[in-house]
């Protein structure tokens, strides 16, 4: 089993940056694919990013990408979202989630067996 809790949300003005981090608790997280997604008030839970297990491959849908980038510590049982050049649109809580031996870039909410609690990203115009 595993537990996440996401960290690294609030308030920024459009162009700023912002650093998620989803810390587990458990044992064997570098066993685990690790993906973000993110929820606005009135919509579906969208993929934002995932890594795999061991870090090589990453994922992230089109409207992020060039702007944020997913990462793993490991040793700190702690997956980043590093958030650049923020969007109003990006206005999202943010989530992660867990997938056993995956590579992070399954869209299917399903395919998760842990998921944290969520952090608010709030981007200002």
């Known amino acids: 089993q595993v537990q996440l809790v996401e960290s690294g949300g609030g308030l920024v003005q459009a162009g700023g940056s912002l650093r998620l981090s989803c810390t587990a608790s458990?044992?064997?997280?570098?066993?685990?694919?690790v993906t973000w997604f993110r929820q606005a008030p009135g919509q579906e839970r969208e993929f934002v990013g995932g890594i795999s297990w061991n870090g090589f491959n990453k994922y992230y849908t089109d409207s992020v990408k060039g702007r944020f980038t997913v990462s793993r510590d490991n040793a700190k049982n702690t997956v980043y979202l590093q958030m650049n050049s923020l969007k109003p649109e990006d206005t999202a809580v943010y989530f992660c989630?867990?997938?056993?031996?995956?590579?992070?870039?399954?869209?299917?909410?399903?395919?998760?067996?842990?998921w944290g609690q969520g952090t608010q990203v709030t981007v200002s115009s």
């Open positions: 458990g044992r064997s997280f570098g066993v685990y694919a």
């Open positions: 989630a867990a997938r056993r031996d995956g590579s992070g870039d399954s869209i299917l909410l399903s395919d998760y067996a842990y």
